[in-house]
């Protein structure tokens, strides 16, 4: 027997067609604050990869790999998300009032630069 959802239950010999969820998820995003900090101080708070799993939720860990002139080159980040689970490894370019990034390798993510 087999019976759906607002349908009366009828005997029938074809077996039923599983029901799938499809979740689309954006494939770019971008985002843009204000903050009220000297540029110095922002750019301490974002070289301070170790700490990042105190105030980012889904992030289980983040360790620098290697460095260049004292500051983080290559950063490995494991990040436990509802929706993405991965463990990847960014490449840091630095300037005195901005800092850039690319992904160099990820088990799921295949692009991330900013």
Known sequence: ???????EPSERSEPS????TL???ADQTSASIDI????????????????????VDSMKSAEVLSFVD?????VRMVLDHTLLKDDYVL???WKPQAVTWTLL?????RAMEG
């Open 36 to 55: 009220a900090a000297r540029p110095d101080e922002i750019m301490a708070v974002i070289a301070d990869f170790e700490h990042y799993p105190d105030w």
């Open 17 to 20: 067609t599983p029901t799938r």
């Open 70 to 74: 004292g500051n983080a080159k290559t």
């Open 23 to 25: 979740w689309l998820v």
């Open 91 to 93: 490449a840091y370019g």
């Open 105 to 109: 390798e990820g088990n799921l993510l």
């Open 1 to 7: 027997m087999i019976w759906r959802a607002g349908e």
